[in-house]
């Protein structure tokens, strides 16, 4: 028996929402001083606000996969869910490592994780055009 098509987005959404709160409480307080002194407080800024948008994003999508009509549009999101996860992983995490001193190179990470970000909202227009009124299908 396969899982529903919600219970992957939900636990992203738990796992995401509750790093993505603990990571931005540490770059505002325990990790401030360094990345304050390495002029990185932006970089981790940036990384944390992507990262829980999209852990809430991910949330709502769990919720609306609940409801979901069609299998069609319950694949696209599932999808979506995949991609803001590598996007996560990818965007905000090299962010992070990069502004406590990782490898230089991470800057070519970011970009990678930006578009795995920008693929999921497509996943998400292409749901929204194969959606079915309740009833019809």
Known sequence: ??????????LAAGIFGTAGVALGA?????LQPLLTERGMAQVWETGARYHIYHAIALLGLAAFLRSSTSVAEANRLV???RCWTLGIVLFSGSLYWF???GPHGLV???PLGGV??????VFVIAAAWCRVTPGSG
Do not use: I, N, S
């Open 1 to 10: 028996m396969q899982p529903p098509p919600h219970r992957f987005p939900l």
């Open 26 to 30: 540490m770059g505002a307080h325990a």
């Open 79 to 81: 999808w979506a869910a």
């Open 99 to 101: 502004a406590v001193g």
């Open 108 to 110: 070519y990470v970011t």
């Open 116 to 121: 795995a970000l920008l693929v999921g909202w």
